[in-house]
C-alpha cells in the first residue's frame, strides 16, 4: 500500500486492480447507519491540458473500515511534497496553480465541488493534477480529530469565499506558507477546537494576517504585495488566480532562490509594514470588542436614544455592506428576495444599480426602523416574515405580517460563462407577497381585494385569501351590544407577484439594473 492511510487518501488493492482509496473510518455497521451512498455520485477531476471527470466507482471493506474508491492516480499529495526543502514544492504549486487556471477557463462551476486545500490534491510525475471531490475528502478529515480537520482543511479555505477567488485564496495562502514557512492564519494547537475555528475564521474575514513582508524580510516586494493583496486586502483588490500563476510562472520556469532578495535592505519598509500592522491589530481588535459586547453595551440606552443608535449603526455599517461579488445572477436574485423577510435593506441595495428596487428597498427600510424603535420599548417581537409564521401554524398575533413566500426563480436568458462589461441576463421571479393594508383616514382599511386580519381575538389555521370567514353569532338581545372597535393592526394582504429581472454585469459583479413586475392581484400603495 503507497502512501499512508492515516492520511486518509492512499493507494491499495481493491477488486485486483490499484485503486485510490478514501477511509471514511467507520465500521461496516456504522457505514450502513450514516447513509453516505450519496457520495457515490460525487465527482473528482483531473486535469493535465483539459479537464477530465474521475467518478468513484464503489466501497470496500479495508482493514475495519468502508473505503469509497476508484481508478488509481499515480501522484503525490501536494501537502506531502510541500515539506520537501529543495525547488519540487515550487513546481508542484506552480502546476497547481496552472491546473486551476485550465478550471476557471473550462468550468468555474467546478470549484465548488474539488478540494482546494493540498491535502486533497495529488500531483503526477507527469504534471497531472487531481482534485478529490470536496464532499468525500473533508469527510475523510473530519472523522478523525477536530484538530486535524482545521489544519488539513479549515486553515485553507476562506469561510465566504466562493469560485475562483476561493481557489485565488487558498493558492495564496499555500505560496504563503512555501515562501515564509509560517502559515497565513496560524492556529494555536492548545486552543479548544470550537474557539480555534471560530478565531480561524474571523481572522479570515477580517484579513488579519501578518504580511509575508514581515514573515520572510527577504522576498520579492512584487510577491509580497500580491499575497497581502489576496489574503489580507485593506479594500476590495482585483488581484486573482491569473495575477498569481504569472507572478510565480510556468512549472519549472523558475526556483525558490529567484523569488529572495539577496543584498538589498529593505528596513524602511519593514518599519513601515510594522507599523501598518500595530495600526490594523487595533483596528480590528476594537471592532471585535464592539460587536462582540455592542448588546451589553446599549442594554441601559433608554428608549429615547433608541432611534439615534440604529442612525448610528446603519452609518457605521456602510462600510460594511455586503455585496454580490462572487454571485451568480439566480444567487444575486434569490438574495434580493430573501431580504425581504430579514428586512435586510443593505443586502437588497448591493443586489440592485440605477435605481432598480427603490420602493422596495424604501418599504423594507422604513419597516426596518419602525419595528427596532417598537421593539426597544414593548420589548417583543413587532414583524414576523411570513415564512417564519406559516411554519409555527399561522397563529394570531398582533405582529406586523411581511415578507414572502413560495419564491420560484426561472432562467430566462442564457448566463455568460465568462461576462464582459455590460453583459446582461434575464431571470423570471414569482412570490407571494405578503403586507399590511394601508388604512384610510377613518382607520378602516379598504375592503377590495384578498385580505385577513391576524386579530389576537380571531384564532384562525391560516390566512388564505380564499377561505371565508366563520359566520358570527348574534349577541343576546338583553345585553347591549358593545361599539364597534378598530382593529389593532391593518387587515394582512397577499398579493401575487412576477418580476422580470434584468441582471448587468457591471466592472466584477452582477447586479440587477432593472425589475418590470406584474400582479395578479390589485396592487397597493406598498411599492
Given at each position: 500500500?503507497?502512501?499512508?492511510?492515516?492520511?486518509?487518501?492512499?493507494?491499495?488493492?481493491?477488486?485486483?486492480?490499484?485503486?485510490?482509496?478514501?477511509?471514511?473510518?467507520?465500521?461496516?455497521?456504522?457505514?450502513?447507519?450514516?447513509?453516505?451512498?450519496?457520495?457515490?455520485?460525487?465527482?473528482?477531476?483531473?486535469?493535465?491540458?483539459?479537464?477530465?471527470?474521475?467518478?468513484?466507482?464503489?466501497?470496500?471493506?479495508?482493514?475495519?473500515?468502508?473505503?469509497?474508491?476508484?481508478?488509481?492516480?499515480?501522484?503525490?499529495?501536494?501537502?506531502?511534497?510541500?515539506?520537501?526543502?529543495?525547488?519540487?514544492?515550487?513546481?508542484?504549486?506552480?502546476?497547481?496553480?496552472?491546473?486551476?487556471?485550465?478550471?476557471?477557463?473550462?468550468?468555474?462551476?467546478?470549484?465548488?465541488q474539488i478540494s482546494l486545500f493540498p491535502a486533497g490534491v495529488l500531483i503526477a510525475a507527469d504534471g497531472s493534477v487531481f482534485f478529490a471531490p470536496a464532499a468525500l475528502a473533508k469527510r475523510v478529515f473530519e472523522y478523525k480529530t477536530p484538530q486535524l480537520f482545521i489544519r488539513k482543511v479549515l486553515q485553507?479555505?476562506?469561510?465566504?469565499?466562493?469560485?475562483?477567488?476561493?481557489?485565488?485564496?487558498?493558492?495564496?495562502?499555500?505560496?504563503?506558507?512555501?515562501?515564509?514557512?509560517?502559515?497565513?492564519?496560524?492556529?494555536?494547537?492548545?486552543?479548544?477546537?470550537?474557539?480555534?475555528?471560530?478565531?480561524?475564521?474571523?481572522?479570515?474575514?477580517?484579513?488579519?494576517?501578518?504580511?509575508?513582508?514581515?514573515?520572510?524580510?527577504?522576498?520579492?516586494?512584487?510577491?509580497?504585495?500580491?499575497?497581502?493583496?489576496?489574503?489580507?486586502?485593506?479594500?476590495?483588490?482585483?488581484?486573482?488566480?491569473?495575477?498569481?500563476?504569472?507572478?510565480?510562472?510556468?512549472?519549472?520556469?523558475?526556483?525558490?532562490?529567484?523569488?529572495?532578495?539577496?543584498?538589498?535592505?529593505?528596513?524602511?519598509?519593514?518599519?513601515?509594514?510594522?507599523?501598518?500592522?500595530?495600526?490594523?491589530?487595533?483596528?480590528?481588535?476594537?471592532?471585535?470588542?464592539?460587536?462582540?459586547?455592542?448588546?451589553?453595551?446599549?442594554?441601559?440606552?433608554?428608549?429615547?436614544?433608541?432611534?439615534?443608535?440604529?442612525?448610528?449603526s446603519i452609518i457605521s455599517d456602510q462600510q460594511k455592506r455586503p455585496t454580490t461579488r462572487g454571485l451568480a445572477p439566480l444567487q444575486v436574485a434569490e438574495a434580493y428576495y430573501r431580504a425581504f423577510n430579514t428586512l435586510d435593506h443593505q443586502m437588497m441595495d448591493a443586489c440592485v444599480a440605477q435605481g432598480a428596487g427603490k420602493g422596495d428597498i424604501e418599504a423594507v427600510m422604513n419597516l426596518f426602523v419602525i419595528s427596532r424603535v417598537r421593539e426597544a420599548y414593548e420589548r417583543k417581537t413587532t414583524v414576523l416574515d411570513p415564512e417564519t409564521w406559516k411554519s409555527q401554524g399561522s397563529p394570531a398575533t398582533d405582529?406586523?405580517?411581511?415578507?414572502?413566500?413560495?419564491?420560484?426563480?426561472?432562467?430566462?436568458?442564457?448566463?455568460?460563462?465568462?461576462?464582459?462589461?455590460?453583459?446582461?441576463?434575464?431571470?423570471?421571479?414569482?412570490?407571494?407577497?405578503?403586507?399590511?393594508?394601508?388604512?384610510?383616514?377613518?382607520?378602516?382599511?379598504?375592503?377590495?381585494?384578498?385580505?385577513?386580519?391576524?386579530?389576537?381575538?380571531?384564532?384562525?389555521?391560516?390566512?388564505?385569501?380564499?377561505?371565508?370567514?366563520?359566520?358570527?353569532?348574534?349577541?343576546?338581545?338583553?345585553?347591549?351590544?358593545?361599539?364597534?372597535?378598530?382593529?389593532?393592526?391593518?387587515?394582512?394582504?397577499?398579493?401575487?407577484?412576477?418580476?422580470?429581472?434584468?441582471?448587468?454585469?457591471?466592472?466584477?459583479?452582477?447586479?440587477?439594473?432593472?425589475?418590470?413586475?406584474?400582479?395578479?392581484?390589485?396592487?397597493?400603495?406598498?411599492?
Open positions: 500500500m503507497e502512501g499512508s492511510e492515516s492520511e486518509g487518501i492512499f493507494h491499495f488493492e481493491a477488486e485486483g486492480q490499484r485503486a485510490l482509496g478514501f477511509d471514511t473510518g467507520l465500521t461496516p455497521q456504522a457505514f450502513a447507519k450514516a447513509r453516505l451512498g450519496s457520495l457515490m455520485t460525487i465527482q473528482g477531476i483531473i486535469v493535465d491540458t483539459a479537464v477530465h471527470s474521475w467518478n468513484i466507482d464503489g466501497t470496500v471493506e479495508h482493514q475495519g473500515h468502508m473505503v469509497f474508491y476508484g481508478k488509481d492516480f499515480k501522484g503525490e499529495s501536494l501537502e506531502q511534497i510541500l515539506n520537501r526543502s529543495d525547488d519540487t514544492p515550487l513546481y508542484a504549486l506552480q502546476r497547481y496553480l496552472k491546473a486551476l487556471t485550465i478550471i476557471s477557463k473550462t468550468d468555474q462551476s467546478l470549484f465548488e485553507w479555505l476562506h469561510p465566504d469565499k466562493t469560485g475562483p477567488d476561493a481557489a485565488a485564496f487558498t493558492a495564496a495562502a499555500i505560496a504563503y506558507r512555501l515562501f515564509t514557512g509560517t502559515f497565513p492564519f496560524p492556529v494555536s494547537e492548545d486552543t479548544e477546537p470550537e474557539k480555534a475555528k471560530e478565531h480561524l475564521v474571523q481572522d479570515m474575514r477580517d484579513g488579519f494576517c501578518k504580511s509575508a513582508m514581515l514573515a520572510a524580510p527577504r522576498l520579492l516586494p512584487e510577491v509580497t504585495a500580491l499575497l497581502d493583496s489576496i489574503l489580507c486586502p485593506e479594500k476590495d483588490s482585483p488581484k486573482g488566480l491569473e495575477d498569481l500563476a504569472a507572478l510565480l510562472g510556468e512549472p519549472g520556469s523558475k526556483g525558490l532562490a529567484d523569488f529572495y532578495k539577496d543584498v538589498e535592505s529593505r528596513e524602511t519598509e519593514l518599519e513601515e509594514q510594522k507599523r501598518n500592522h500595530k495600526r490594523r491589530e487595533f483596528r480590528i481588535g476594537t471592532q471585535r470588542f464592539l460587536k462582540k459586547y455592542k448588546y451589553a453595551l446599549i442594554a441601559g440606552v433608554g428608549t429615547a436614544l433608541a432611534l439615534v443608535i440604529i442612525i448610528q405582529a406586523t405580517i411581511f415578507g414572502i413566500t413560495d419564491l420560484n426563480l426561472q432562467q430566462r436568458t442564457e448566463i455568460p460563462g465568462q461576462p464582459e462589461q455590460g453583459a446582461t441576463c434575464q431571470i423570471e421571479a414569482t412570490y407571494a407577497f405578503y403586507y399590511p393594508e394601508p388604512q384610510n383616514e377613518m382607520g378602516h382599511t379598504p375592503s377590495t381585494g384578498p385580505s385577513v386580519t391576524p386579530s389576537a381575538t380571531e384564532a384562525r389555521p391560516a390566512l388564505s385569501p380564499e377561505l371565508p370567514s366563520a359566520p358570527q353569532s348574534e349577541p343576546p338581545q338583553s345585553e347591549p351590544t358593545p361599539p364597534p372597535s378598530p382593529a389593532p393592526h391593518p387587515a394582512l394582504r397577499i398579493e401575487k407577484r412576477k418580476d422580470i429581472l434584468t441582471l448587468e454585469w457591471m466592472r466584477d459583479r452582477w447586479r440587477i439594473a432593472a425589475i418590470e413586475r406584474t400582479s395578479a392581484t390589485p396592487q397597493s400603495d406598498i411599492p
